[in-house]
């Protein structure tokens, strides 16, 4: 292909590649279908890439026949160039077509799904002609009908090319995770049938395999992101002990990251943050962090651990834990500045609202107050300085000419505080 210059409107401006099946925006720029169905679908943008113009229907996608077809011909002439000819691509389904499957699929449920399966892995522009057609709703009903009947939970037809014990809500579940849903579809499981389906995914963690609980977990945090506060306020204590549970199996750091976003989204509302740390939250918290070197992972364990030490049921929890203060000192000025102001919170809430006698002693002890000592005099952050010095004042009478403090640290005591 080097020896041979390739005509430049056969090249699709994003992969810069040669187009396979060209397909041409309202805008008038056409582009490879699978490039600039990633652009527009998976990563979230609405606008041409080309000339930057807002698309207003941007599922509106015009093969572009003519244009195929001469990058066919050219091809086929230089195919002595190792140039191989590019095969017509399948037309991408309808919404009618849609329609008709699951209209008819009360006939044979898994059929329709298999035949679903098969158009959402044809193109990001199917997946979005399902959701159009109402398969999202048709996905979450056998979800919720199966978790009901438990009996239909572990069984498969061995005729029907689903793999053994792999149930029909199990295969639907997949399929709402792997179709990216859209903010209106992910709105639609949120309200559907009275927020039953939040119920159904308690359930599938419950009961499910690894990899049905991983993608009940998946929904849930794209429906925690797009879900209004009040539609949070009522959510059952069952679905927090299946959250808290998940982080404790450790099913994948995927699932382990996704399961902190839902409780960082979920927990602020209502009594949820109370619902969280009643599931055993906190002392799992910290056991993951003893153990966790990644950033990410870390801030965001600290984040919610932040969030619930707002309630005295949380910073009650964290004290117990032999480990609790000493882990949440330790990741200071060890992972990031938002980890440092997190870690720093934690304590401030310790310090102004369950400092016992014993609690201050031990703060002491652990290195608690030298630690935050250190933070006056690195660069921990403008937010973490100023809590931890809010810290020191609190309990400098006990603190301030202690032995603990090792004495260069010592100095930032009366020096800033």
Request: proline residues 5%.
């Amino acid at each position: 292909m080097d020896e041979i210059d390739v005509p430049s409107f056969f090249v699709c401006p994003i992969s810069l590649e040669i187009m396979k099946d060209p397909v041409t925006l309202s805008t008038g720029i056409t582009y490879d279908r699978e490039c600039i169905e990633t652009w527009l679908f998976s990563k979230k943008n609405k606008a041409c890439p080309v000339t930057k113009q807002p698309l207003l229907d941007y599922t509106d996608l015009t093969p572009n026949h003519t244009l195929r077809r001469l990058i066919q011909a050219w091809c086929t002439m230089n195919a002595s160039h190792g140039i191989e000819r590019i095969p017509t691509p399948k037309p991408p389904v309808n919404k009618t077509q849609i329609s008709k499957l699951l209209k008819d699929a009360s006939h044979s449920p898994r059929a329709c799904l298999r035949r679903l399966k098969s158009i959402a892995s044809g193109s990001e522009t199917n997946k979005r002609c399902m959701e159009a057609a109402g398969a999202v709703e048709f996905l979450a009903s056998i979800v919720m009908n199966n978790n009901v009947d438990s009996s239909n939970s572990s069984e498969a037809d061995p005729n029907d090319g689903l793999e053994l014990r792999t149930s029909a809500s199990d295969e639907a579940l997949s399929m709402l995770y792997s179709l990216h849903l859209s903010e209106h579809s992910l709105r639609t499981l949120l309200s559907f049938k009275n927020g039953e389906f939040i119920e159904s995914l308690t359930r599938v963690m419950q009961k499910g395999f690894f990899e049905s609980r991983a993608y009940a977990v998946f929904l849930l945090k794209s429906m925690s992101e797009v879900a209004d506060p009040v539609q949070l306020l009522h959510l059952r204590e069952e679905l927090f002990v299946e959250l808290a549970q998940v982080l404790k199996d450790k099913i994948s750091e995927k699932t382990t990251k996704a399961t902190l976003q839902t409780l960082i989204q979920f927990s602020p509302w209502g009594r949820n943050r109370i619902k969280a740390v009643e599931a055993g939250t906190v002392p799992i918290l910290i056991e993951l962090l003893l153990d966790c070197k990644d950033r990410k992972p870390c801030e965001m364990m600290l984040v919610l651990l932040e969030t619930l030490c707002q309630c005295a049921e949380g910073r009650a929890e964290l004290l117990s834990h032999g480990a609790g203060l000493a882990i949440v000192s330790k990741k200071i000025l060890r992972v990031s500045t938002l980890a440092n102001d997190r870690a720093v919170r934690i304590l401030l809430f310790v310090a102004k609202f369950s400092a016992t006698p014993h609690v201050v002693q031990e703060m002491l002890k652990l290195g608690v107050v030298a630690k935050l000592c250190l933070v006056l005099q690195v660069d921990s952050g403008n937010k973490a300085k100023e809590k931890a010095r809010e810290i020191l004042k609190l309990h400098a009478r006990a603190w301030r000419n202690s032995p603990c403090i090792p004495s260069n640290l010592l100095g930032s005591y009366r020096t800033f505080v």
